[in-house]
């Protein structure tokens, strides 16, 4: 039971990270070109 429903749960972990570091990758790309255009 657990050898078949563990590839599922880490395959979960690591969508939900790659997700979240997008997330966070694009506000800060967002931030930074609002910081330049405020700043020009």
């Known amino acids: 039971m ?3 429903s563990f ?3 880490s395959q979960n972990a690591i969508t939900v990270r790659s997700a979240a ?3 966070s990758a694009f506000s800060l ?3 930074l070109s609002i910081g330049l255009k405020s700043g020009l």
């Open 21 to 23: 570091f997008r997330k």
């Open 29 to 31: 790309e967002n931030a």
């Open 7 to 9: 590839p599922i749960l």
């Open 2 to 4: 657990s050898s078949i």
